[in-house]
């Protein structure tokens, strides 16, 4: 494992960290797609099933449990704790849009045709659009503000340093996995565009 992914991973903590204490502290979930949060739990979920069966390292183990936990205290205190401060009417995607092709895609390209490795693909491809529904929420409500800076920042800072990952390791190792280099560039271009929507709507 090189720094590329331990640094990544680290980023990605801090940003679930940040939206959590956010959301704690101000008591209020206003602003953020429940939705996007169910769908990035789905992720993990179905990601994460090997955690049952295969051990590859205490560090692995450890931050998958940890993604685990941290994505499902988001949903509950999202649709639970705090659901009086929910934006429901404004946070209206329709996530059959993003499920019915993704869970088709993951059974038509993957790389074998197993339980797991369907799961396994299905969550990198629904990784790489499960922001969509807080994008459409933003485009609705015309505000950002309630997402912070610093959850944005290590959010984009995961994704650039986990394509120096990729990059680092083809040049290293000669691996390339198809399915997640390029899931990951199309999630990054729509974190790029969250960048833009954040500046431009938060003025």
């Not at 980023?11 to 940040?18: C, E, G, P």
């Not at 099933?49 to 205490?58: G, Q, R, W, Y």
Request: aromatic share 20%; net charge neutral; hydrophobic share 50%.
């Amino acid at each position: 494992m090189n720094i590329f992914r331990i640094l990544g991973d680290v980023s990605h903590l801090l940003a679930m960290i940040i939206l959590l204490v956010k959301i704690w502290r101000s008591k209020s979930c206003a602003g953020i797609s429940g939705k996007s949060q169910i769908l990035f739990a789905l992720v993990f979920t179905t990601r994460y099933l090997d955690l049952f069966t295969t051990f590859i390292s205490l560090y692995n183990t450890v931050m998958k449990v940890i993604f685990l936990v941290c994505a499902y205290i988001t949903v509950y205190m999202i649709y639970v704790k705090f659901q009086k401060t929910f934006d429901r009417e404004h946070d209206s995607f329709r996530l059959e849009f993003l499920l019915v092709p993704v869970t088709g895609l993951s059974f038509l390209e993957n790389h074998s045709f197993t339980a797991l490795e369907i799961l396994w693909t299905f969550s990198i491809y629904l990784e790489s659009v499960a922001i969509l529904p807080q994008l459409f929420m933003i485009s609705k409500t015309g505000e950002a503000e309630t997402i912070t800076t610093h959850y944005l920042f290590f959010l984009g800072l995961y994704r650039a340093l986990y394509l120096a990952n990729w990059i680092w390791r083809y040049y290293t190792e000669n691996f390339y996995d198809q399915i997640a280099v390029v899931s990951g560039v199309v999630q990054t271009i729509f974190y790029c565009d969250f960048f833009y929507l954040y500046v431009t709507k938060g003025r």
